[in-house]
């Protein structure tokens, strides 16, 4: 008897938490992707490689390496390769910890 007690006190201090109005998020569709926002777009055609300067490279990140793959070129550089068509993110740290994110956009 004093476990229900205490699991009903916990549910109504959880719930008069709850902001007034507060919805619950929006089920994603499976078309929609989940990425953080681009400060730039890169369109390569299935094939092409392009490098990126990156001074103070510290490290990458890679949301789909089927569409591009990605390998550092000295300490400040980042070789992106089109591997398939498709989109896919690319991260990348640099002096400071300063993040650059990344669209990359692969054209059959």
Same mark, same amino acid.
């Given at each position: =008897?004093?476990?229900?007690?205490?699991? %009903?006190?916990?549910?109504?201090? &959880?719930?008069?938490? =709850?902001?007034?109005?507060?919805?619950?998020?929006? !089920?994603? +569709? #499976?078309?929609?992707?989940?990425?953080? !926002? #681009?400060?730039?777009?890169?369109? %390569?055609? @299935?094939? !092409?490689?392009?490098? %990126?300067?990156?001074?103070? &490279?510290?490290?990458?990140? %890679?949301?789909?390496?089927?569409?591009?793959?990605?390998?550092?070129?000295?300490?400040?550089?980042?070789?992106?390769?089109? &591997?398939?068509?498709? @989109?896919? +993110?690319?991260?990348?740290?640099?002096?400071?910890?300063?993040?650059?994110?990344?669209?990359?956009?692969?054209?059959?």
């Amino acid at each position: =008897m004093a476990s229900r007690f205490v699991a %009903l006190t916990l549910g109504t201090l &959880l719930l008069g938490a =709850m902001p007034a109005g507060a919805k619950e998020p929006a !089920a994603r +569709t #499976a078309d929609q992707e989940e990425a953080p !926002a #681009a400060d730039e777009t890169l369109t %390569l055609k @299935k094939g !092409a490689k392009r490098v %990126l300067t990156v001074p103070g &490279l510290s490290r990458v990140a %890679l949301g789909d390496p089927s569409i591009a793959d990605v390998k550092t070129t000295g300490t400040d550089g980042v070789e992106i390769s089109a &591997l398939a068509a498709g @989109k896919t +993110t690319l991260i990348v740290w640099g002096n400071g910890g300063k993040r650059r994110t990344y669209r990359i956009v692969v054209d059959g």
